[in-house]
């Protein structure tokens, strides 16, 4: 079974601050996708990152960079320096390799506060 | 080029009755799978379709159907209204299925049952 979990309902930051959400996901396949989606209020999905159960390079996207572990099946995001716009929910999702429906944890509702 | 798009993008209706939601991908993708988003549940997967066909089906009762169109186009339909189907529906789209390729989501419908 598939499961993904983000722990943190809530975080507020400062404007200018860094910020890490996290997210530990559980699954017995071997090979497998990790992904992270941003909704704004708007309600629109938008895509950030996905990431292959092979390939566990630190990744950094402008003030995006995500830290994928398998030995502690981690998968957290950090946002540098936020942003008033980076407020929005943050959902890490999990993808089994042969099937197209993701696995979402229950999102992470990032307030930054000018 | 254009992203997907839902239409429509709000819906109210009655319990009992039924509805009928659309989905038209981004140009090229062939794969579209649903989503159903509320407050208590979080995100879930509905289903899936590729070439007309379904692929993978997620945790809904019958009620709740699909189908793709020869141009990709997906439309899924909820019959016997409940309160709780009262959610955001998302559609999303992609590359052949696989889990190989992230999926772009549309804005959603959000639909209300009274």
């Known amino acids: 079974a598939q499961k993904v979990t983000q722990a943190q309902t809530e975080i507020s930051v400062v404007e200018k601050e860094d910020v890490t959400l996290d997210c530990v996901y559980e699954t017995r396949d071997t090979t497998y996708y990790l992904f992270w989606y941003k909704q704004p209020p708007s309600g629109e999905l938008v895509f950030l990152i996905r990431r292959n159960s092979f390939d566990e390079q630190n990744e950094i996207s402008g003030r995006y960079s995500w830290n994928f572990q398998k030995s502690t099946s981690s998968f957290n995001f950090t946002i540098t320096a936020s942003q008033v716009v980076d407020s929005a929910v943050y959902f890490c999702?999990?993808?089994?390799?042969?099937?197209?429906?993701?696995?979402f944890g229950t999102g992470t509702r990032l307030t930054v506060i000018p | 080029k254009a992203g997907v798009t839902q239409t429509p993008r709000y819906l109210i209706k009655t319990r009992g009755q039924q509805v009928t939601l659309s989905c038209s991908p981004i140009?090229?993708?062939?794969?579209v799978s649903w989503y159903q988003q509320t407050p208590g549940q979080g995100l879930q997967f509905l289903f899936e379709?590729?070439?007309?066909?379904?692929?993978n089906k997620g945790n809904f009762p019958g009620r709740f159907s699909g189908r793709q169109f020869s141009n990709s186009r997906s439309e899924m339909n909820v019959s016997t209204l409940e309160l709780g189907d009262s959610a955001l529906y998302l559609c999303?789209?992609?590359?052949?299925?696989?889990?190989?390729?992230?999926?772009?989501f549309g804005p959603g419908t959000r639909l209300t049952v009274t």
């Open positions: 999702a999990l993808l089994k390799t042969g099937a197209n429906n993701l696995f």
């Open positions: 140009s090229g993708h062939r794969s």
């Open positions: 379709y590729f070439s007309e066909t379904q692929r």
């Open positions: 999303a789209s992609s590359l052949p299925s696989g889990g190989a390729y992230e999926q772009y």
